[in-house]
T-cell receptor, first 116, second 113 residues
Framework: NAGVTQTPKFQVLKTGQSMTLQCAQD?????MYWYRQDPGMGLRLIYY???????DKGEVPNGYNVSRLNKREFSLRLESAAPSQTSVYFC???????????????FGPGTRLTVL | GNSVTQMEGPVTLSEEAFLTINCTYT??????LFWYVQYPGEGLQLLLK?????DKGSNKGFEATYRKETTSFHLEKGSVQVSDSAVYFC????????????FGPGTSLSVIP
């Protein structure tokens, strides 16, 4: 049981390049999330998928797109990377089996992205 | 909108010292409250949670009580260890159709022998 896995762990891009961050969970969770973590700002939600087949914008969606490929996988795409997107990106999932809002989120190990 | 405020860090303590990390929140409804911990180089993991007023969450010697009257959820531990060095995030969940969580900025804790 690997939990939440992310690839790659590290990535360096040049401004304007594109890339896709991959995330998969093996806990049969309904909901999945992408966050970015910047110093002094905590985690900010980029996009989320409340259930398979749905995606919605979070707090900071500009410059990103997502795909919920199936129940297990949720990818984040940067179409044209900018230096402001230098950050650590975390994928997370939750069961949503109890009352909404009471469930633990499980996090992957993160992807450290640098855009030059 | 809803928000979470935490005490500024970094916090440096000697081993076996008492720890308090303050957390206050602003919410319109009745959120669930969480403390997550992030060890160096890792993702966040749940430390403890409380889902209603006056509930106390506890885990690994850490405790926090959901105080609705003061809108607070302070994290405490009686005797910290070097292995507790990490970043601690207070968070609330708004209880909508999914588990939307708002995180505080995090408090870095260093415990020295």
């Amino acid at each position: 049981n690997a939990g939440v896995t992310q690839t790659p762990k590290f990535q360096v891009l040049k401004t304007g390049q594109s890339m896709t961050l991959q995330c998969a969970q093996d806990m049969n969770h309904n909901s999945m999330y992408w966050y970015r973590q910047d110093p002094g700002m905590g985690l900010r939600l980029i996009y989320y998928s409340a259930s398979e087949g749905t995606t919605d914008k979070g707090e900071v969606p500009n410059g990103y797109n997502v795909s919920r490929l199936n129940k297990r996988e949720f990818s984040l795409r940067l179409e044209s990377a900018a230096p402001s997107q230098t950050s650590v990106y975390f994928c997370a999932s939750s069961e949503a089996a109890g009352l909404a809002g009471t469930n633990e989120q499980f996090f992957g190990p993160g992807t450290r992205l640098t855009v030059l | 909108g809803n928000s979470v405020t935490q005490m500024e860090g970094p916090v440096t303590l000697s081993e076996e010292a008492f720890l308090t990390i303050n957390c206050t929140y602003t919410a319109t409804g009745y959120p669930s409250l969480f403390w997550y911990v992030q060890y160096p180089g890792e993702g966040l993991q749940l430390l403890l949670k409380a889902t209603k007023a006056d509930d106390k969450g506890s885990n690994k010697g850490f405790e926090a009580t959901y105080r609705k009257e003061t809108t607070s959820f302070h994290l405490e531990k009686g005797s910290v260890q070097v292995s507790d060095s990490a970043v601690y995030f207070c968070a609330l969940s708004e209880g909508t159709s999914y588990d939307k969580v708002i995180f505080g900025p995090g408090t870095s804790l260093s415990v020295i022998p």
